[in-house]
């Protein structure tokens, strides 16, 4: 049986880790959200006021990063692998505005990509594995079997993350989430390190005006072509 990576890039909050979730779990392959490690990163930094409002130690962070561990384990409760730093589950964490507001700055520092990728590359050596994030398959899985690239609207994506973040009783307003969704879309396509780029042989997809199924619809068909 004939195993093959597929890499999934694109935007912040276009719904891709859904339907990358989804993909895998019906390939029965392995799902890896690189969007979460460079959040657990970011908390890390967060507690240890290395980052704030004003202020960046980036070299007390690149000092620290030997002594950061993180991995993925399944949680029966969620039905999905959570993400640990250090054997802390922090899952419900990485996922806040205030996290969000900091993570595209962490993800700027080259020593914390190079730390990442090498593991991103290890967990997917067997193939069998969805990964989703920014630089997939133009820097962590170059020769990807398949590469897909979403996007949707800023307004859409803003929509769809404020809904989430109110079923999970956040305090947050529209504006404050679409100015975050705006702001890293600028810093994650500007940064010097692997900025977010389509990958030449990415398939596009426009996710604006299609429904959870018809993404996932379209995404199986295109993975059933390559398998
Ligand atoms: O996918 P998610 O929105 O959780 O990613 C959070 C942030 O992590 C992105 O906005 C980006 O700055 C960074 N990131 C990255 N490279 C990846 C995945 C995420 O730079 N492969």
Excluded: C, W
């Excluded at 900091?102 to 990964?131: D, H, P, T």
């Excluded at 307003?173 to 879309?185: A, G, P």
């Amino acid at each position: 049986d004939h195993k093959i990576t597929i890499a999934i890039d694109g935007f912040s909050s276009t719904g891709k880790s859904t339907v990358a979730k989804q993909l895998a779990k019906e390939l029965s392959y392995v799902y890896v959200d690189t969007g979460a490690m460079y959040r657990a990163i970011t908390l890390y930094a967060m507690r240890k006021g290395f980052i704030t409002k004003d202020s960046f130690d980036t070299d007390s962070l690149i000092k620290d990063l030997p002594n950061l561990n993180l991995k993925f384990a399944f949680e029966a409760a969620r039905g999905f692998a959570a993400i640990y730093l250090n054997d802390e589950n922090i899952e419900d964490e990485v996922r806040t505005l205030e996290v969000s507001q900091y993570v595209s700055r962490v993800a700027a520092v080259s020593e914390v990509r190079a730390k990442l990728v090498s593991q991103q590359q290890l967990m997917g050596l067997e193939k069998g594995v969805v990964m989703d994030g920014r630089d997939i398959g133009t820097v962590v899985f170059p020769n990807a079997e398949l590469k897909i690239f979403m996007t949707a609207t800023a307004e859409e994506r803003a929509k769809r993350r404020f809904k989430e973040m109110k079923q999970k009783g956040q305090e947050v307003s529209y504006d404050e989430v679409l100015k975050n969704v705006e702001e890293r879309d600028h810093l994650d396509t500007t940064r010097e390190d692997s900025p977010l780029v389509k990958a030449e042989d990415a398939i596009e997809i426009d996710n604006s005006s299609l429904s959870l199924d018809e993404q996932f619809n379209t995404l199986l068909n295109i993975s059933n072509e390559v398998i």
